[in-house]
């Protein structure tokens, strides 16, 4: 007997900062009937930016879920932030969603962050639809980017809609599959649209363009394909299930048409959602409430009453005050209340069943990425991957009595965003928060002041640099330790090489005939890798290299894995300092947008940073200067580029690669 998937939607909005996300989904909870009024980004009365410090900055920082109903569908929306410091959110988010809704600004088109999250949603085999918000901005231009999507994206973008009227005209859209034209009253746009027919001189545009949606519709269903080969007109449902089976495969996105600001295009997002994005068990693992209980913890929230677990139920049921299973850490957990999150409010439910995002009141060691599952059924789902941290401060708290406050705070918003990361610094003694930019950081540093009452000092950011070795060498290392007792003994022989970037550390035994016993291996190994965790250059990270163990000798009573241990670590720090060794900096990907007259100001500054132009290019009325700039040169450069640009230009940049500092700018990144 098979299990019919609950007619539910479990998505995700993403975009590129400022393209209009949050703004779209204050819209979607409107027309949906889930706020009685709008909420204003710029006002800071948005429902789904809750957070102090998003109200205070007019940012997404945090995903918030909310439940909404439309058509009789239930639908689970998660807005996410834009911010490339913030991507943990967009990342987590996204492996839990069935499907997702990429916003794009209808000027600026395909920009940096929306190339990052589509890319997330490769890897987590998201379906999506897109929509092209700002359309009635200056500048606006929907056929200029659906061709980017299809340049810069590498996917097949077919229009679904097409505009009616551009930039402060327009007024509505076509929409292609029942040749109708939808309107909204310019005066006001918050009334229903109105069904009128297509304008004349958009007709032979728009059949055009249905001609295509058409075509690429009816390859998903053979069918369709041979009433179409046979010249039949096919009805608009039959043309609505292919797209449907299409975006399900992959096999392309359908763009719609709108302005979430002026309310025009809402409702046929909403229906595209309902239409063409999956129900849970559709195209990821099956969803049957009848199975064991498996679900994947991706955020915890804090408050004062306690941590909350936001979850997604893969299958089964959990009913309040059940016991489960984190399979992550094997430890006992028990579901003391559940939750239906309502961006900032909570409702209180008896049960979760699979398909549901919720949240778990109660879960005392489960973190993002965990498996929570039925005690008697395990199971492992995948995890969360989470990038390395980029740039780092050291903070102390202001007060010597607030130390055991800021180490609990601390706790507190490492569990929440696992982005971040802390240690000790071994020399200082300093408190070192790392994480994924600036602006991350100082909304960290931020918290801790407004949430936790602990005011710190604060170092300047640091760039997170690497380490890696340039040639081949080897070295041979004796560990002999005698003080009366049981001595300790190891030798080996070791080589060690570099790897391509990013590849990380390898480590290969090519001991034979028993030399070294196999049981030492292991320990070999781990000195290695924890002797590469702090470099010989520098003190960072060591990535990069293969060693090799090629022979090596052992005392029957003397050798043991400590000893063993202790030799890997010493002969890697030996070896590391004859392997020409080289520093690593974080390298940005960066794209200035600035008006014509500027835009020598800004190459030049992007040289004087040591910043490789890669390219420029029009958009809209602007120039885009691509550049490859080291992390190292672009702190504070917002203002700077404000004072060039008489505040006209703009940028945004993401992590893109490690590479070698030159020999002239080593001094500036050595730690002192």
């Known amino acids: 007997m098979t299990h019919t998937p609950r007619n539910l939607r479990n998505i995700g909005i993403i975009a590129h900062v400022d393209a209009g996300k949050t703004t779209t989904t204050e819209r979607i909870l409107f027309y949906a009937g889930e706020s009685h009024r709008i909420g204003d980004v710029s006002r800071g009365t948005a429902r789904m930016d809750f957070d102090a410090q998003e109200r205070k900055r007019g940012i997404t920082i945090s ?24 991507n943990i959110e967009v990342n987590r988010s996204l492996r839990v969603l069935d499907g997702a809704v990429v916003v794009f600004d209808g000027v600026a088109g395909v920009e940096p962050q929306t190339e990052t999250n589509w890319r997330l949603a490769d890897r987590y085999r998201v379906p999506r639809i897109a929509f092209v918000n700002k359309l009635d901005r200056l500048g606006a231009d929907f056929p200029r980017v659906v061709a980017m999507m299809e340049e810069r994206l590498g996917v097949k973008a077919v229009a679904v809609q097409w505009p009616i009227g551009a930039e402060g005209d327009f007024r509505g859209v076509v929409d292609l599959l029942g040749l109708r034209a939808l309107v909204w009253d310019l005066d006001d746009a ?16 728009v059949l055009q363009q249905r001609a295509r949606l058409v075509e ?43 302005s979430a600001f002026r309310n025009r295009g809402v409702e046929p997002l909403l229906d595209a959602i309902v239409d063409w994005l999956p129900k849970p068990g559709e195209v990821a693992l099956p969803c049957d409430p009848r199975a064991p209980f498996a679900a ?30 984190d399979a992550t850490t094997g430890r006992i957990e028990r579901a003391a209340r559940l939750y239906e999150v309502q961006a900032g409010d909570r409702i209180e439910r008896d049960e979760l069943v699979a398909g549901d995002i919720a949240g778990i009141v109660g879960l005392k060691d489960t973190l993002t990425g965990h498996t929570l599952c039925d005690r008697q059924h395990p199971v492992q789902l995948e995890q969360i991957g989470v990038p390395e941290p980029v740039l780092h401060v ?83 290392h004796v560990h002999r330790k ?5 001595g300790q003994f190891a030798e080996l022989k070791l080589r060690i090489a570099p790897r391509g970037r990013g590849e990380g550390i390898a480590f290969e035994n090519r001991v034979v005939g028993g030399a070294i016993p196999r049981e030492f291996i292991p320990a070999i190994e781990a000195g290695i890798r924890r002797a590469a965790q702090s470099g010989v250059l520098a003190g960072y990270p060591c990535v990069d290299f293969v060693v090799t163990l090629l022979d ?20 890697f720090r030996e070896a590391a300092a004859q392997a020409g060794g080289q520093l690593l900096e974080p390298v940005m990907a960066v794209e200035v947008t600035t008006p014509a007259e500027h835009v020598g100001d800004c190459i030049g500054d992007l040289h004087r940073r040591r910043g490789m132009v890669r390219g420029q290019a029009m958009r809209g009325n602007a120039i885009v200067v691509e550049a490859h700039v080291p992390l190292a040169r672009m702190f504070g450069y917002i203002g700077n580029l404000r004072a060039l640009s008489s505040g006209r230009a ?19 990144l050595v730690k002192s």
């Open 63 to 86: 995903s918030a879920a909310i439940t909404l109903q439309w058509n009789a569908t239930q639908i689970n929306l998660i807005d996410t932030p834009g911010h490339i410091d913030f």
């Open 190 to 205: 918050s009334r229903p649209y109105r069904v009128t027919e297509v304008p004349a001189e958009l007709m032979a545009t």
């Open 216 to 258: 690429l519709a009816v390859e998903q269903d053979e069918a369709a394909m041979g009433a179409y080969l046979n010249g039949e007109e096919l009805p608009a449902e039959v043309l609505r299930a292919c797209i449907r089976k299409g975006v399900l495969a992959g096999a392309f996105v359908p763009v719609l048409a709108g």
């Open 296 to 325: 994947l913890a991706f955020k915890v929230a804090s408050d004062d009453h306690g941590a909350m677990v936001f979850v997604r139920v893969y299958s089964g049921r959990l009913r309040r005050g059940d016991s489960l299973l």
């Open 394 to 476: 050291a903070i102390e708290p202001r007060a010597q009595a607030d130390q055991q406050a800021l180490a609990k705070a601390l706790q507190v918003l490492l569990r929440e965003d696992p982005s971040l990361r802390l240690r000790q610094d071994a020399e200082s003694g300093q408190t070192i928060v790392s994480g994924m930019g600036e602006l991350q950081l100082e909304v960290s540093i931020e918290k801790l002041r407004e949430r936790f009452g602990v005011e710190v000092s604060v170092g300047r950011p640091q760039v997170a640099c690497r380490e890696t070795v340039s040639k081949e060498t080897e070295v041979h």
């Open 482 to 486: 005698q003080n009366g007792g049981q």
């Open 552 to 571: 090596g000798s052992h005392h029957e009573r003397d050798s043991s894995a400590m000893a063993f241990e202790f030799a890997a670590a010493a002969a």
């Open 650 to 668: 703009q940028y945004a940049m993401q992590f893109d690669h490690y590479a070698v500092v030159p020999a002239g700018e080593m001094a500036g």
